[in-house]
């Protein structure tokens, strides 16, 4: 995803998991981790909260797959979405994992 700002306008930078998910249900209306507000849903029950966890862990292991999240511990920190090309704040690009 693409950050404001940088000598193009714009740059790419890791996120975690929750700001990626926090991002699709703002952008595009997807839930992953929780139930939306409204549409008929209560409070989660506990196996609606099980199959929430669920999404989330099957979410983070398909990006793990295609080479997008890194947990290189089990420091909060360092468990990331990384861009596949990185354009930095000078407007230098590297990257093409594949």
């Known amino acids: ?41 209560g409070l989660p029950s506990i196996q609606d909260r099980a199959a929430l966890r669920e999404n989330v862990a099957a979410f983070t292991a398909r990006l793990r797959e295609i080479g997008f ?13 990384t861009p596949r090309y990185v354009i930095d704040i000078h407007g230098t690009t590297s990257g093409g994992k594949g």
Request: no cysteine; glycine share 12%; hydrophobic share 35%.
């Open 1 to 41: 995803m693409l950050r404001p700002g940088g000598v193009v306008g714009y740059h790419t930078e890791p996120l975690r998991i929750e700001e990626v998910l926090l991002f699709l249900r703002e952008r595009y209306g997807l839930y992953i981790d929780r139930l939306p507000p409204g549409d008929g849903f």
């Open 69 to 81: 999240y890194r947990d290189l511990s089990d420091a909060y920190i360092t468990q990331t979405v």
